[in-house]
């Protein structure tokens, strides 16, 4: 079983296991948090979303929230998928994100040992903008694994920072 560490829209359950997806061999094991800070932004035009796809730049910022999964080793790559969507097929690796291995600690600040693998854009743009159906995503995984209310609340300020016309409907999430 890969460790993979999601952060984006994929944080959440619901999507990630969907049909269209995994179809349910995703198992969430918990929320994790980078042990190097980062800043989360929307930085990569992701055509199946229609909008800007979330991202997390290394350096000045927090250490990101989001959910590490089990998922078996056959549906990580393309090649050995056999037939089904693999999640570098969902990300879209090598095309708008390449895999990398990341550091992160459980919620209790306690580093996790094992080896863990996220996505991030294999180049970022300015000017793009999220949408709300996308975000919507990103906000309903992080409340439905319990991330702290804080970086939930830090979520929807970058959500509006990259696209103010959503503010009143982000209040809503």
Not at 9 to 15: G, V
Not at 48 to 73: M, T
Not at 130 to 136: A, D, K, N, R
Request: hydrophobic residues 35%; aromatic residues 8%.
């Amino acid at each position: 079983m890969a460790l993979v560490f999601q952060y984006g829209s994929n944080i959440s359950s619901d999507r990630l296991n969907s049909p269209d997806r995994l179809q349910g061999d995703a198992v969430p094991v918990g929320i994790a948090r980078t042990m190097d800070d980062f800043e989360l932004d929307f930085t990569v035009w992701s055509r199946s979303n229609s909008c800007a796809a979330a991202d997390i730049l290394p350096g000045a910022g927090r250490k990101v929230w989001g959910v590490l999964y089990e998922i078996p080793d056959y549906l990580i790559k393309r090649d050995t998928a056999g037939g089904r969507r693999s999640l570098d097929a969902i990300e879209g690796e090598g095309t708008n994100y390449r895999r990398v291995h990341i550091a992160l600690e459980d919620a209790r600040g306690t580093p996790i040992e094992n080896d863990v693998i996220t996505y991030v854009a294999i180049t970022r743009r300015a000017g793009l903008r999220t949408s709300l159906e996308y975000c919507h995503h990103i906000i309903s995984g992080l409340q439905q694994h319990d991330v702290p209310s804080h970086y939930i609340d830090y979520v929807k300020e970058r959500i509006v920072a990259n696209n103010p016309g959503l503010r009143d409907e982000v209040k809503q999430l």
